[in-house]
């Protein structure tokens, strides 16, 4: 299990928190609006403003919307790291753009927006960095808003290449990975493992998660680097070598750029922290 505690930053009214990865049992009624965002795919069980629990398969990158009022529980044996955004749904109307936008009516889960990716994996360096710039906090937050508003229409709909992508298919590709951190990983292997020719496996890919195959390889050894951080004393140059990259400077660009901090100043702040 994850022993990364949460993360939690306060922003115009509204409270952001970074959940970590790791196995979680919850069961609440928000007294206010909850939006999410899910850095990884995880599976479990679920029900909504009902008794009835059914499983559920979520993808990496998919937003969702919980409304006041609707019960929530939710389970899984391996969480993936979350983000949530809660806060009065007035100051959440607040942070739209768009004259005509409004917050989701109804739940939902699982939707993905390329900007709102960005925003989100914004937000997330802030609050695993440490560094609370109020300018670039709040244009990340107000992006994040708009795009929830916008997977919330009633007109959303799944672009068509994504719907060859399901979550098994999703599910095989990160098996791979996970299986292959110590190796190059080609895009033409992972087409194969789910049956689709490379081009098109690369746009559906794309459609269905917002992200590159590349990238997620990319998102999933760094994932691993932090838990070796956290949990074991092995060197940097050990850590680059178990999760795949082709030396310890590689692992460090590239934890940089989607942390936001080099991994010895993420293993040195692996202490509980609230950033206010």
């Known amino acids: 299990m994850d022993a990364c505690p949460s993360r939690a930053l306060s922003v115009n009214g509204l409270t952001l928190r970074l ?3 790791g196995a979680y049992c919850a069961r609440y009624t928000p007294d206010m609006p909850v939006a999410g965002f899910a850095f990884e ?4 069980q679920h029900a909504f403003a009902s008794d009835r629990v059914r499983p559920f398969q979520a993808v990496a990158n998919g937003m969702a ?3 006041a009022g609707c019960s929530i529980y939710s389970e899984a044996r391996e969480g993936g790291e979350y ?3 809660t806060g009065p749904a007035a100051r959440l109307v607040d942070m739209l ?5 409004k917050l989701p009516a109804e739940r939902f889960s699982g939707r993905v927006a390329e900007d709102g990716i960005a925003a989100a994996h914004a937000l ?4 695993l960095g440490g560094v609370a710039d109020p300018a670039a906090i709040g244009t990340a937050v107000a992006t994040f808003a708009g795009e929830l508003a916008e997977a919330g229409a009633p007109g959303w709909r799944r672009p068509p290449p ?5 979550p098994r298919r999703i599910a095989r590709i990160e098996a791979l990975i996970d299986a292959e951190f110590s190796r190059p990983l080609g895009i033409a292997e992972m087409a194969a493992a789910c049956d689709l020719s490379t081009g098109f496996f690369l746009r559906a890919f794309k459609a269905a998660t917002g992200q590159t195959p590349h990238h997620l390889l990319m998102s999933r050894r760094v994932a691993e680097a932090r838990r070796l951080l956290r949990q074991t004393r092995d060197s940097a140059g050990e850590i680059a070598h178990l999760t ?3 030396s310890q400077p590689h692992m460090t660009t590239v934890f940089k750029r989607l942390i936001g901090v080099t991994p010895a100043a993420y293993r040195a702040a692996a202490a509980p922290r609230l950033v206010t």
């Open 41 to 44: 795919s995880q599976s479990g």
């Open 162 to 166: 994504a719907r060859s992508m399901t």
């Open 124 to 127: 997330r360096r802030s609050l």
């Open 83 to 85: 983000l949530t955004l």
């Open 244 to 246: 795949g990259f082709s």
């Open 19 to 21: 959940w970590p990865r």
């Open 65 to 67: 919307f919980t409304p």
């Open 97 to 101: 753009a768009g004259e005509d936008q």
